[in-house]
């Protein structure tokens, strides 16, 4: 069953991506076309092309099911032997490098079709599909896992949860207040995935703006982590929690580069102050979420803030 869920969350993830492309379905009939017939030219979604779609359908969920039992069996001697849970990630890891190279190998059209950060994203999906599946029937598999950590990562999916929303809130305040609902999502969601280079002809499609989510809820969850792995440093060093202003600043820049990169008119079309606004607010949300759950986390930080300071006056004073 786990493997199975993996195989329909990343060919969901497909469907979105060929979707919001304007091309439905082309990403499992170009793989059929090179992996199972060795074409190396693009196919249209001719009575033969839909052929390929179900040949290819098939093989991704066999596929997918073999790794899942896999997966399990893992699993299952590694609760055992604790020492084994780090195949489970050399096993991850190996899959993507493997499902990259296929692509590579498939030819120019599929590798075009299916840039690396979509294959990744995807199996990344998948594989926390998977794995959220195996703790669902294994409760105790969290805690074989990983200890005390397990507590980390649902306070960091919550906390980045909570900061997506937050700026998707936002987000979407701003743009029913220009009159043009959901066009922020749309606008970054098409350059992404269509590589859009005029902002002024974008147009909002459910596509479009349902792959930006799902990437953008991804990234704020991964922040999240991040995010909560500090806190738990910081119950012992508060002033490690100012690393929380500095992962909040990265994070911000990388956005920025990134959108500019693909195009720079973007960040003058959605507007610099918005995209900081909107984060500042979902960061305060997120402080205040860690704040519940490590009451006095900011007063702490400012306690040791000036203990630091006063033990750098006594040391001056007595080095005098």
Not at 30 to 49: D, E, K
Not at 227 to 254: D, K, N, Q, T, Y
Not at 313 to 320: I, N, V
Request: proline share 4%; hydrophobic share 60%; glycine share 10%.
């Amino acid at each position: 069953m786990a493997g199975l869920l993996g195989g329909l969350i990343i060919a969901l993830w497909f469907l979105i991506f060929d979707a919001a492309n304007g091309h439905p379905l082309q990403t499992p009939g170009l793989l059929a076309a090179a992996l199972l017939h060795g074409s190396r030219t693009p196919v249209a979604l001719t009575g033969t092309a839909w052929t390929l779609v179900g040949e290819y359908t098939l093989v991704h969920f066999a596929v997918f099911a073999i790794l899942g039992a896999i997966g399990a069996l893992l699993i299952d001697e590694a609760e055992r032997h604790p020492e084994l849970f780090g195949t489970l990630l050399i096993f991850t890891i190996a899959f993507e490098v493997f499902f990259i190279a296929l692509i590579m190998l498939a030819g120019p059209a599929a590798a075009a079709a299916m840039p690396w950060w979509k294959i990744i994203a995807g199996n990344l999906m998948a594989t926390v599909g998977m794995l959220a599946f195996f703790l669902w029937r294994q409760p105790v598999l969290a805690q074989n896992m990983m200890g005390e950590w397990t507590g980390v990562v649902r306070e960091g999916v919550v906390s980045g949860i909570i900061g997506g929303v937050i700026v998707a809130v936002w987000f979407l305040i701003y743009d029913v207040a220009i009159g043009h609902p959901f066009r922020t999502p749309a606008l970054l969601g098409s350059i992404v995935f269509n590589a859009m280079h005029r902002p002024e002809t974008v147009v909002v499609n459910t596509a479009v703006v349902l792959g930006y989510t799902v990437l953008h809820f991804f990234a704020f969850i991964m922040f999240g982590i991040a995010s909560s792995i500090l806190m738990v440093a910081s119950e012992r060093e508060p002033v490690l929690a100012l690393g929380e202003l500095v992962l909040f600043v990265w994070f911000e820049l990388c956005f920025v580069a990134f959108v500019t990169f693909l195009d720079v008119t973007a960040v003058e079309e959605i507007g610099w102050w918005n995209i900081i606004g909107g984060n500042i607010v979902a960061l305060a949300a997120i402080i205040a979420y860690f704040e519940h759950g490590h009451p006095r986390i900011v007063g702490r930080i400012i306690d040791r803030w000036e203990g630091l300071r006063d033990e750098a006056a006594t040391q001056r004073s007595e080095a005098r």
